[in-house]
Antibody, heavy 121, light 105 residues
Framework: EVQLVESGGGLVQPGGSLRLSCAAS????????LSWVRQAPGTGLEWVSS????????YYADSVKGRFTTSRDNSKYTLYLQMSSLRAEDTAVYYC??????????????WGQGSLVTVSS | IQLTQSPSFLSASVGDRVTITCRAS??????LVWYQHKPGKAPRLLIY???TLQSGVPSRFSGRGSGTEFTLTISSLQPEDYASYYC?????????FGGGTKVEI
């Protein structure tokens, strides 16, 4: 079964840092691009970041550029989102998603259940 | 690229035909995806490249369009279809989602 499981969410103070992980199973991890998408309370889905299959290329939303870093460890079948300089507006459920092959021109075919990040003092 | 979804809220009955529209601020060819999202659950892929039904998705769901105007239609609404629906463009980074359409009874 193809599965993505996020972890690492929690409560963090403004200005703090947090790292999310997404453990993958059931597919050839190293051949697929991956993405992060978030949903703030009461709002819709927002694309956050994507990373190519090798990790060579990364892409970010303007709202997180310079503060968030996406990486992956293909040997561990794990995707990461390092978040720093966190703001209240970063409070959201963060989903990892698998892209069909690449993300551009294709689609996000498998999603995790999400991990809640709350930024508050 | 901005995606404008309408309506943002839709009230319908079981058996109704429902259509959601997604308009792009520029030509995105057919690189438009539709997802269904229920509270507390992972989003679910419904349709990709504007009109291709994802495996396992019921045939009552259909998508049409290209360029800047797209539609998602549910031909006969079922109880399990009450959810939020989002369009997404994957033509150009940064990817964007529409604002969502909440389908309620």
């Amino acid at each position: 079964e193809v599965q993505l499981v996020e972890s690492g969410g929690g409560l963090v103070q403004p200005g703090g840092s947090l790292r999310l992980s997404c453990a993958a199973s059931g597919f050839s991890f190293s051949t697929c691009s991956l993405s992060w998408v978030r949903q703030a309370p009461g709002t819709g889905l927002e694309w956050v970041s994507s990373i190519s299959s090798t990790g060579e290329f990364t892409y970010y939303a303007d709202s997180v550029k310079g503060r968030f870093t996406t990486s992956r460890d293909n040997s561990k079948y794990t995707l990461y989102l390092q978040m720093s300089s966190l703001r209240a507006e970063d409070t959201a459920v963060y989903y990892c998603a698998k892209c069909y092959t690449s993300c551009q021109k294709y689609h996000f075919d498998v999603w995790g259940q999400g991990s809640l990040v709350t930024v508050s003092s | 690229i901005q995606l404008t979804q309408s309506p943002s809220f839709l009230s319908a009955s079981v058996g109704d035909r429902v259509t959601i529209t997604c308009r792009a601020s520029q030509d995105i060819s057919s690189y438009l995806v539709w997802y269904q999202h229920k509270p507390g659950k992972a989003p679910r892929l419904l349709i990709y490249t504007a009109s291709t039904l994802q495996s396992g998705v019921p045939s009552r769901f259909s998508g049409r369009g290209s360029g800047t105007e797209f539609t998602l239609t549910i031909s006969s609404l079922q109880p399990e279809d009450y959810a939020s629906y989002y369009c997404q463009q994957v033509d150009i980074y940064p990817f964007t989602f529409g604002g969502g359409t909440k389908v309620e009874i």
